[in-house]
């Protein structure tokens, strides 16, 4: 099976896509907690203690995990649109830390599954917290994000969340506050923009990005990750809401998972180690975008392919990253030009609502 369809039928089957760490602890760290900065250490005692707290909350994250996914659209509010089905599927998936530096903390999630009786492993998606972050990843649509600033007021006590994809790409960031009431703790952040999920960008061309409050939640039994979705479209003179969406991504933990997924990251990572640090060198440049619009199959299909060379030895991680610049050098781009010019390049309106109609 290749690498393209096996994805697209992993997608499908798994995306339509803690007990507390105190009680169950979690992966073991790649790196050592680093020295906690000096505006960290000038905090005062109930500062540091709900600085704790937070970080524990996000750790608390790591482990061996059920995956639920269940998304259903509730209100309609373009005139003739009809509610789709609800996509609901499930996954096994562990969650490790990358890096623990103290006010920063890495999570890589990887899909964990059998088809035929032989083990599937997929890099999934990944989450990096920055405790009162200087500037956050955002989606400015078309394939194109940008960082934008964040003052001192509203990072303060804060925390960041980026959200990258399967080979390391940006996917979208917010900034929220940790509270831990009532014994709950949870992360809420306002609404941001942020790409079509894969469960509709391979299959539907009616909207250009997601609206989305992105709520998570340490529970009993793991976390769950609750979002509030408006699903939008931005062609043409008018942008508006096409319907309204809601999900819940229930994490439930389980006994440790079979070891394909730690054999895949510690044969890998190393070579996305690397990817990352290209990445955020693009980051840095300012604005930047895909040279692709929809599903970036082009880009991350390849990528994925020289990791799990690297697993099998059919490559060094040297070479293969050599090959994935290659890739990232002609798939992205500084020049983005205008949001109207990137959505016209993914599809027309007439096209794309005719097409998810029939869906």
Known sequence: MTRSSMFKRVAQATIALSATLFAFGCATTETSVAPISASLSSMSAAEKAKFEQDRQAILAM??????????????????????KKPKVSGADEIVRVVEDRGDF????????????????????????????????LTFIGGNAWEKRPVSVTERAGKWSQNVYQVEDSPRYGAVGAWTHGNGVSQWTPPAEMRPLPRRDQTTRKDYDAVLAVNRHTITPFGWVQEEENSKLVLRGDRH????????????????????????????????????????????????????????????????????????????????????????????????????????????????????????
């Open 240 to 359: 508006h809401v096409l319907v309204r969406e809601i999900g819940v991504n229930s994490y439930k933990r389980v006994d440790p998972l079979p070891k394909d997924g730690d054999d895949y990251w510690n044969a890998t990572k190393e070579f996305w180690s690397h990817i990352r640090k290209e990445w955020a060198a693009l980051e840095a440049k300012g604005p930047f975008g895909l040279t692709v619009q929809g599903e970036p199959e082009p880009l991350y299909i390849p990528i994925l392919d020289l990791a799990d060379n690297i697993q099998a030895g059919k490559i060094t991680t040297e070479a293969a990253v050599v090959e994935a610049q290659k890739v990232m050098a002609e798939l992205t781009t500084t020049n983005i030009g205008t949001l109207a010019e990137r959505i016209s390049k993914a599809t027309t309106p007439a096209q794309g609502y005719a097409e998810a109609a029939s869906k």
């Open 62 to 83: 790591a482990g061996d995990y059920y995956v639920t996914f269940d998304f259903r659209e509730t209100v309609a509010l373009t005139p003739g649109y009809e509610l």
């Open 105 to 136: 903390i890495s999570l890589q999630h990887i899909l964990v599954m059998k088809m035929g009786g032989a083990p599937i492993v997929t890099k999934h998606w990944r989450q990096d917290w920055q405790y009162q972050p200087a500037d956050v």
